[in-house]
Structure formats: structure tokens, C-alpha cells
């Protein structure tokens, strides 16, 4: 845009009549700016045009000159009048000399603001301070007033400030003295020292009318024995650090005009609260709660008396609140608990047990949780009753919404310390829409599947969730879901530590079995954390009386099939066993017995996996037992020789998510004898591949089989392959992903919303 450059001369002429009639209206000329060239956009020169023509806007005024924020009178009576001090806080809102009215009706001994003398005006009969705004103001003016005396009363009409709030202190001669104020409310009434103090919060700017009547305790020319009877109804609440008292008691006078009664507080309780309609007032002094009445006349009064005590053990004694020189005394104890417990209670001296049911109902009404037990008594002068209270406290938990049974957990380790973790949760689920995981630092979440199907993780304020659920699936049973993370860690060095976290997830976990898969180039030793070795946990076997035979048929146990073929005769039978619950995922093993049906002990077992040719060999222990892990899925053939039977085999289906126990019945024979049961048929010959094992050939045996073991116990598992093909090329970053290497393998029982922590040593071979 093209700006018009105009001199300061030119300003000056164009400006010339506005400033002609300014001059008019003013008695002072401005004096002009020296002469020079000033170069102004047009627009900014018209703006400026019309900020001088506008008429500047005066501020708005308070519509009030001042205002009485508080007013506090503290008076107290002397013989026939009422002096004290009024005090009044407030602001002045405009400035110059403002008249504020302070009050009227009352003597004015001495006004000071901020203790200084404050002269007052009268005008109109209104006391009147002049202040200068605007400011804050405090004035302080020291007054009496007369009262009038009547029979039996005194009275006093006070002069109320105009003020935001207005607050009474009065000191009045006497103790319990009665005193009523109207319009107002008293607040709080105290005796001590021979006065009464009210304290009272009154209407601005009405007068208030304050009367009171002191109350002389007049000695009976002929005394009269108070005599008196007592029933008391006593809720005990039991909570989890205190133990509380509410005794409804109701006293009927039979003899004399009683003015108070005396209650015995018990020891290490401390009063709370008493009401009643007649009560009047009420002290705690060397363990003796007094309560005054009104009138001494009344046959009959009503207390309600709560106390309490902090407990800290699981048990104690229920105290019974008893009122002295009674001449007769009935109640009830009614016992209730806070939360969920287990509570006992032991009655004696004269308690009687009851029927909650049979309670009074005004006792039942101040109950909160349902009644324990209840009693009834009647105090005789040779016993006192007691309750001992024993409590059990369960802690409250609300209904689980999701459980896991196992969590399967495999975590590959890169040298450059980053690793890939997955999780599998075989989960139950009632109502649980989201897991809730806390990932360690430095963690995100790659995927995740739930029974098989992709779904979206969510990320949220206070942490990730992974679906438990997904639209169109409603789960009857249980199901799989699974999540893969990753984590950035710290790249391995030529030696020394480091350490591996699982997220925090907010189901309970019945089963955790961890597989940390190393690079082969380094040595680790040194395990720790929070896990257990999986090779220091005893595996369980169950012995089943129904088993289905491997053959020609196909065996069926507990919804798992597998198929065979060929007989099952000459060398040996295997049999299957539905193993769920008993052997872990992977895991594969059986027992060897005689025709007899006596386990067979040191017998050779060798199972091959006929897709992969992956091989595990051990030997059965003293009770004919033999057992592999990690064994991958897939068409398995299986050996069992030993000396003096035939050697028995065995091509199976295997299926590592559900584990089998199998049952092998060897037959007596020599040690070249083998029965091979494949397809179709069972074919026995001689053989030289399983010559007599004995001697040092059996010693060597022996060495072979425990060196196979322990490769075997670190041998990948077919988890490890899965989640090699699962990140392929799916990985943000670029991770060189370990395919040779060592596994290791940790289990962990009950698991709930806390993290899992193994640490290691290592070194590079």
C-alpha cells in the first residue's frame, strides 16, 4: 500500500481550527513541540485525527461513600449497667471528607482510631466520625448502657451497628445463669470462675433485646433423699481405631428434686457429646461427667452420652455406663462392627444373652452396620457385668472382573540392549473392558491381539490399556490376548550388569513363566530379582485312572486329541493322560512301567520333533518318571530303552499349549529288541543300535544325558521363533533381532499390578 508522506508543517496547518477552538475552551496554552519533519502512513495520521476529536471518559463512581465490614461488642455487667468496647471496621470508598453514622441509644466514653483520639459529631442523636477517603478505617469506641432490673431478671436493649456482621461477647455475673437474646442466636455458653459467658452473633442493624436471670441454689429447710432409677441402652461400635459408646439413658425419679446427676466416665474414654431435652449444661471433672438439669421438679429426663477410645489390638473390654447413688439399674448392650469382621463376645457378671431382634428399638435406630450380638442386665450390688470383646478384621475387596490364569512371557535381548517382550494372558474375563498396563520407562507398545484378532492399544493420563475385548466377541470361557513392547535399554558392554522389567498390569496373574533369550556371544550368570528359576520348581504329575490308548483309534483326554498309528504291542505301549494343570506349556513327559505295572527306573527316553529335528533325551528317576520343557509343537517320535526290555517307540501328535502325561508299559526282553510302532503296524526285530548299557558305557550314559538336559533347559522355545516371524519388518526402528542365542527361564506365582524384575551378570565370550 502506497503511504502519503506529509511534513509536520502540513500536520500543523491541517490541525490549525481544532486547535483554534480548543484554545477557547481552555485557560492554558500547551506550549507546541519545536518544528520538524515527521513522516505518518495516512492511516495512522487519521486515527490519531480521531482519538483528539473522542471526549475522554471519566471514571465511574462507587455508589456508596463506605461501608462497615464487621462490628465486635464485648461487654460485661456491673451492678446495674453494661460496659465494653464496640469495635467497627470498614472502608471509605471516595475521596475528601466523608460523615460515617457509628451508632445511637449508646453512652460514648471514648472514640480512638488506630490509638489515636477520634472526635465525634451528634447529629440527629447519632454518634458521627469524620474520616477522609479513601482509606481503611478502625474505630474502637469504649460505651455504656444502663439495664433495667425486674423481679427475678435483668434486661438490656442494645443498639445494633449497621454492619456486614455483628458479633457479641457478654460477661455476665454468676454461674449458669440463663439468658435469652431476640433477634440473634447464641453461639456458645460457658461457665467459670462465678460468670457466664455468652457469646452471640445478632441482626445488623436491629436492636436487640438480652435479658437473663440468675439462678440461686436455695437450700431446703427439710433436705429429701434423691432416690432414683437408671436404665441404660448401650451401643458399642467397633471400628478399625476406635472403639465408640451411645448410651440412651432414661431416669426416673421416685424421691427429692435432683438439680444434677453424676455419671462415671470409664477409664481411658473420652466424652463426645450430650444431649438431652432437659439438660442444661454438663462438665468433665476427675473422671465424673455431671449433667444439670433444668428442673429439679421433673420425674423423669433423657440423656444421650457418646464416648470413645482409639484401640489398637484385636480385642478389649465393652464398658457399661453407670449412673451413681441409682438404686436400681437395667439395661441393654447392643454390639456392632465396622467393616467385615469375625467378632466374639464373652459375657459375665450377671449379662444375659438376647436376641438382637428383642432389642429396644430406639437402640436398634442408632445402629449403622448389622448387629452383632445384643444382651440385657440388672445390676446387683454383689456383681458387676462385663462383655470382652475379641474381633478378627478381613480386609474389604470388591469382586475380581478379570482374571488371568497364566501369563506367558517371552523377552528377546539385542546387544544393543534394546528388547522385545511378549506378553500372552489366558484370561477370564466377566465384565473388563481394558487392562490397565504400566510400562517401564522408556517402554511403548507395538501391538497387540485379542483371541487373535488385532486391536488398538489405548494410551491414557495415568498410563497405556490394552482391550480385553473387542466389538462382536463375547467371550464364554477363556481366551488369549497378547501385547508386544519394546524397550529401549542400555547396549551391552564387554562385561558387566544389567536388568529386565515386565509393565505392572491390574490383574491378578495366577502364573507367570518369563523366557529371556540372550545373544550367544555372551556369558550370564549371576541370576536375581523377583523370580524363580524354572528348573528349582518341582513339577507335579497326576496319576489318572483312565487313560486312552495311542493306536490305530485316536485318543481323546480332557478335549485334547491326539492320533497315532499302528499297534500297541510287542516292545511297549504309550498311553496319554490329560496333563492340564499339571505340566506347564511345553512341556512333555510321562512314566515308564514294567508289564507288572512297577515303574521302571534309568530307562533312556528320546523324543524328536519330526518337523524340525529338534531333540531332547533324559532319563526316568526313581519313581519311573521323565520330563522335557520347551519342546516345540509338531509330529513327535518317542524312544524308551533300557536293559532287559524291549525297546519301545512311538510317532505322536504334540501340541505344547496343551500338555500331555504319557504312560509307557515296557515288555520284557533283551536289550537289542525293539518294537517300532509306525504306520499302520508294529514291526519287531533285532537291532544293534541299542546294545546292553552297562559298566562304564552306562556311567558315560549318564554324562551324555545330564550335558543334553542342560542344553536342552536352554534351548529356544517355539515362543522364541514365534515372536522372531511376529516383528519382522513391523518394528519402528531398525533392531537387529537375535537368532542365535540362549534361553533362560523364570516363573512367578501370583502376580497382581507389580512389576516383575530379573538382573544378571554378563560378559562377552
Avoid at 339 to 360: C, F, H, I, P, Q
Wanted: net charge negative; aromatic share 6%; proline share 7%.
Amino acid at each position: 500500500m502506497k503511504h502519503r508522506k506529509l511534513s509536520l508543517c502540513c500536520l500543523i496547518l491541517i490541525l490549525a481550527p481544532l486547535t483554534q477552538s480548543a484554545r477557547a475552551q481552555q485557560k492554558t496554552t500547551l506550549p507546541l513541540p519545536d518544528s520538524g519533519n515527521v513522516t505518518l502512513p495516512l492511516d495512522e495520521y487519521n486515527r490519531l485525527v480521531e482519538l483528539a476529536a473522542k471526549t475522554p471518559k471519566k471514571p465511574d463512581a462507587p455508589p456508596l461513600s463506605f461501608a462497615i465490614k464487621r462490628a465486635g461488642l464485648k461487654l460485661h455487667v456491673e451492678n446495674d449497667s453494661a460496659l465494653g468496647s464496640i469495635q467497627l471496621e470498614g472502608e471509605l470508598f471516595k475521596k475528601g471528607v466523608i460523615r460515617i453514622p457509628l451508632t445511637s441509644g449508646i453512652t460514648i466514653l471514648d472514640a480512638k482510631q488506630e490509638n489515636k483520639p477520634l472526635p465525634l459529631q451528634q447529629e440527629n442523636g447519632v454518634q458521627t466520625a469524620v474520616l477522609t477517603g479513601p482509606s481503611d478505617f478502625s474505630i474502637t469506641l469504649n460505651a455504656g448502657m444502663p439495664l433495667r432490673i425486674e423481679a427475678g431478671r435483668a434486661t438490656l436493649n442494645l443498639p445494633v451497628p449497621s454492619a456486614g456482621s455483628v458479633q457479641l461477647t457478654l460477661v455476665l455475673p454468676g454461674e449458669n445463669t440463663f439468658a435469652n437474646i431476640s433477634p440473634g442466636l447464641i453461639t456458645d455458653r460457658r461457665s467459670e470462675s462465678g460468670h457466664t459467658t455468652i457469646e452471640a452473633t445478632l441482626v445488623p442493624g436491629q436492636s436487640a433485646n438480652l435479658w437473663w436471670a440468675r439462678r440461686e441454689t436455695q437450700v431446703a429447710v427439710v433436705p429429701h433423699e434423691v432416690r432414683f432409677l437408671s436404665d441404660v441402652k448401650t451401643l458399642v461400635s467397633v471400628s478399625e481405631a476406635d472403639l465408640r459408646i451411645a448410651a440412651l439413658a432414661d431416669i426416673t425419679v421416685v424421691q427429692g428434686d435432683p438439680t444434677q446427676f453424676e455419671v462415671e466416665i470409664p477409664e481411658g474414654y473420652e466424652v463426645t457429646g450430650v444431649t438431652g431435652p432437659s439438660l442444661d449444661s454438663n462438665e468433665t471433672q476427675a473422671g465424673v461427667l455431671t449433667l444439670k438439669v433444668r428442673s429439679a421438679s421433673a420425674r423423669s429426663h433423657e440423656f444421650l452420652i457418646s464416648m470413645e477410645r482409639s484401640i489398637t489390638d484385636s480385642k478389649a473390654s465393652a464398658p457399661f455406663v453407670s449412673f451413681k447413688n441409682a438404686q436400681r439399674e437395667t439395661g441393654e448392650v447392643l454390639i456392632e462392627g465396622a467393616g467385615t469382621m469375625e467378632l466374639t463376645a464373652t459375657e459375665g457378671g450377671g449379662l444375659k444373652r438376647m436376641d438382637v431382634r428383642e432389642t429396644n428399638p430406639y437402640l436398634r435406630s442408632l445402629a449403622h452396620y448389622p448387629p452383632q450380638a445384643a444382651f440385657r442386665f440388672h445390676r446387683q450390688p454383689d456383681e458387676t457385668p462385663t462383655l470382652a470383646l475379641a474381633w478378627t478384621r478381613f480386609p474389604d475387596s470388591s469382586v475380581l472382573a478379570a482374571i488371568a490364569e497364566n501369563a506367558e512371557v517371552t523377552t528377546l535381548v539385542t546387544s544393543e540392549g534394546r528388547s522385545l517382550t511378549e506378553i500372552k494372558l489366558t484370561v477370564k474375563n466377566q465384565a473388563q473392558p481394558f487392562l490397565k498396563v504400566t510400562l517401564p520407562a522408556g517402554a511403548t507398545i507395538l501391538s497387540a491381539d485379542v483371541a487373535g484378532e488385532k486391536v488398538k492399544p489405548v494410551t491414557g493420563p495415568d498410563g497405556d490399556r490394552v482391550p480385553l475385548l473387542r466389538p462382536g466377541f463375547r467371550p464364554t470361557g477363556a481366551y488369549e490376548i497378547s501385547f508386544v513392547i519394546m524397550h529401549a535399554g542400555t547396549p551391552f558392554a564387554k562385561k558387566g550388569g544389567s536388568e529386565l522389567s515386565l509393565p505392572r498390569m491390574d490383574v491378578p496373574i495366577n502364573l507367570l513363566q518369563w523366557e529371556v533369550f540372550l545373544p550367544e556371544q555372551y556369558k550370564v550368570k549371576d541370576f536375581g530379582g523377583d523370580v524363580l528359576a524354572a528348573n528349582l520348581v518341582p513339577t507335579t504329575f497326576g496319576a489318572d485312572k483312565e487313560v486312552a490308548e495311542f493306536g490305530a483309534n485316536v485318543g481323546v483326554a480332557n478335549g485334547v486329541v491326539g492320533t497315532g498309528s499302528g499297534g500297541g504291542t510287542g516292545g511297549g505301549v504309550f498311553r496319554a493322560s490329560g496333563a492340564n494343570g499339571i505340566m506347564l506349556p511345553g512341556q512333555l513327559g510321562g512314566v515308564v512301567t514294567d508289564p507288572t505295572g512297577a515303574v521302571v527306573p534309568g530307562a533312556h527316553v528320546t523324543v524328536t520333533n519330526s518337523d524340525t529335528g529338534f531333540s531332547a533325551s533324559t532319563v526316568t528317576d526313581s519313581s519311573g518318571r521323565w520330563l522335557v520343557s520347551n519342546f516345540p509343537a509338531g509330529r513327535v517320535h518317542a524312544t524308551v530303552e533300557t536293559r532287559g526290555f524291549k525297546t519301545a517307540a512311538q510317532d505322536m501328535a504334540y501340541d505344547s499349549n496343551q500338555p500331555l502325561n504319557y504312560s509307557t508299559t515296557l515288555q520284557l526282553g533283551t536289550a537289542n529288541e525293539m518294537v517300532d510302532v509306525t504306520a499302520g503296524a508294529v514291526d519287531t526285530e533285532d537291532s544293534t543300535l541299542s546294545p546292553p548299557v552297562s559298566g562304564r558305557n552306562y556311567a558315560q550314559l549318564q554324562q551324555l544325558e545330564s550335558n543334553a538336559k542342560k542344553q536342552q533347559q536352554n534351548a529356544a522355545s517355539a515362543n522364541v521363533m514365534n515372536l522372531q516371524r511376529r516383528v519382522a519388518g513391523v518394528l519402528p526402528v531398525a533392531i537387529e533381532v537375535p537368532r542365535a542365542g540362549t534361553s533362560f527361564q523364570f516363573v512367578r506365582p501370583l502376580v497382581l499390578d507389580e512389576e516383575t524384575k530379573v538382573t544378571f551378570s554378563y560378559k562377552t565370550k
